[in-house]
């Protein structure tokens, strides 16, 4: 079973950077879109960052500027490069292969805080 494994996460001060990743097993990876996700404690899962198969970019109005998202299909990972870091971007974050059926990883825990 394909499965994704989030890494990359930790605790970062204020205006601090962190690159995480996301690594799938299996073969299927490049022709799915891929996005990275955010839920905070109290708080609904949000989409932060999202990237095509061939590499067009979107991202949520909170992290445009700070947050990169990227890809490597041939190590089949994705990477999100959050920089200027804030204490309302602590959460727990999972990427995802949009409409892959793949489930839900076990996310890693970012936190930001002095």
């Known amino acids: 079973q394909v499965q994704l494994v989030e890494s990359g996460g930790g605790l970062v001060q204020p205006g601090g950077s962190l690159r995480l990743s996301c690594a799938a097993s299996?073969?299927?990876?490049?022709?799915?879109?891929a996005g990275w996700y955010r839920q905070a404690p109290g708080k609904q899962r949000e989409l932060v960052a999202a990237?095509?198969?061939?590499?067009?970019?979107n991202y949520a109005d909170s992290v445009k500027g700070r947050f990169t998202i990227s890809r490597d299909n041939a190590k089949k990972t994705v990477y999100l490069q959050m920089n200027s870091l804030k204490p309302e971007d602590t959460a727990v974050y999972y990427c995802?292969?949009?409409?892959?059926?793949?489930?839900w990883g076990q996310g890693t825990q970012v936190t930001v805080s002095s």
């Open positions: 299996g073969s299927i990876f490049s022709t799915y879109a």
């Open positions: 995802k292969l949009m409409n892959s059926g793949i489930p």
């Open positions: 990237i095509t198969s061939g590499g067009i970019t």
